[in-house]
């Protein structure tokens, strides 16, 4: 079992739809979650950063994390047709050190 | 734009070679670390160097090794280049307090 879980698609929604992106985990010693958006051909770019549990939200974007359930979710409302890319999760231990990243997510929107 | 610039951005080798991948980091960011994305995955760490230290490692043979310059740039080496090394490596450092961020990436094919 891999130590972070995350459904890699393909995800495809009509433009202005929200997009639903989650993970699980397995190590109860991650603290810090994050998500990253990678464009084709490009690094990871960071989207949402978070300590623990709870919601946090920027612009189009809300991330959750529950760490009772080991989940995490990040919501994309008034999804754009430059929203399409793959969406990584990301979480560690200790902050910004040994990050443990899914899969990836890869996501369509439609115009 | 995230500070962190690799070079080159491909590259091809051949099984058996050694390959030297190169990073250049803004000022102050004291931390460098790098990451293997096969096609298809999420980023894997590799390690993590601070103040031109070795800070951690992830599950990778002593053939992977780093160097990182007081001038803020860093280099991966790999030996002995086998198949299961091509891959996306990415380079990604912060400042103190703050995320990390990367660059763009090497795409390394081993033929």
């Known amino acids: 079992q891999k130590e972070v879980e995350q459904d890699p698609g393909p995800l495809s929604v009509p433009e202005g739809a929200i997009v639903s992106l989650n993970c699980t985990y397995s190590?109860?010693?991650?603290?810090?979650f994050m998500w990253y958006r990678q464009y084709s051909r490009k690094g990871p770019e960071l989207l949402m950063y978070?300590?623990?549990?709870g919601n946090k939200e920027d612009g189009r974007f809300t991330a959750q994390v529950d760490k009772s359930s080991k989940y995490i979710s990040l919501f994309i409302r008034d999804s754009q047709p430059s929203d399409s890319a793959t969406y990584l999760c990301?979480?560690?231990?200790?902050?910004?050190?040994?990050?443990?990243f899914g899969a990836g997510t890869t996501v369509t929107v439609r115009a | 734009e995230t500070g962190v610039t690799q070079s080159p951005t491909h590259l091809i080798k051949t099984r058996g070679q050694q390959v030297t991948l190169r990073c250049s980091s803004q000022s102050g960011h004291n931390t460098v670390s790098w990451y293997q994305q096969a096609l298809g995955q999420g980023p894997q760490f590799i390690f993590q160097y601070y103040r031109e230290e070795e800070n951690g490692r992830g599950n990778f043979p002593p053939r992977f090794s780093g160097l990182q310059f007081p001038n803020y740039s860093s280099e991966l080496n790999v030996n002995a280049l086998e198949l299961d090394d091509s891959a996306l490596y990415l380079c990604?450092?912060?400042?103190?307090?703050?995320?990390?961020?990367f660059g763009n990436g090497t795409r390394l094919t081993v033929t």
């Open positions: 990604a450092s912060n400042p103190p307090n703050s995320p990390l961020h």
């Open positions: 978070t300590y623990s549990s």
């Open positions: 190590n109860s010693a991650f603290q810090y």
């Open positions: 990301a979480m560690s231990p200790e902050r910004d050190y040994k990050l443990s």
